[in-house]
Nanobody
């Protein structure tokens, strides 16, 4: 059974940093594109970052967030710096079956349960 489990969320002041991790199990994801999405209350889920054949970031996080992966450990991380209150959301890890990076949530095959990130002003 494929599982993606996020960790590392929490409460941080504006300007602070958090590091989210996603541990994958049930299959090897070294040949899979991995992504991070987020959903704020009352808003649709939105793309944050992806790593696979290419690496992309949402304009709103470019220069502040960094996505990386450790294929040996089957993990993907999202380092978030200079956090802003508008970054407050539930953050989800997602994986595709193939290596093609995508900004579109519906193209991802597996999802984690999410981890809450709250940035206070």
């Amino acid at each position: 059974q494929v599982q993606l489990v996020e960790s590392g969320g929490g409460l941080v002041q504006a300007g602070g940093s958090l590091r989210l991790s996603c541990a994958a199990s049930g299959r090897t994801f070294s040949n899979s594109a991995m992504g991070w999405f987020r959903q704020a209350p009352g808003k649709e889920r939105e793309f944050v970052a992806t790593i696979g054949g290419s690496t992309y970031y949402a304009d709103s996080v470019k220069g502040r967030f960094t996505i990386s992966r450790d294929n040996a450990k089957n993990t993907v991380t999202l380092q978030m710096n200079s956090l802003k209150p508008e970054d407050t959301a539930v953050y989800y890890c997602a994986a595709r079956i193939n290596y093609a990076s995508s900004l579109i949530a519906s193209r991802y095959d597996y999802w984690g349960q999410g981890t809450q990130v709250t940035v206070s002003s």
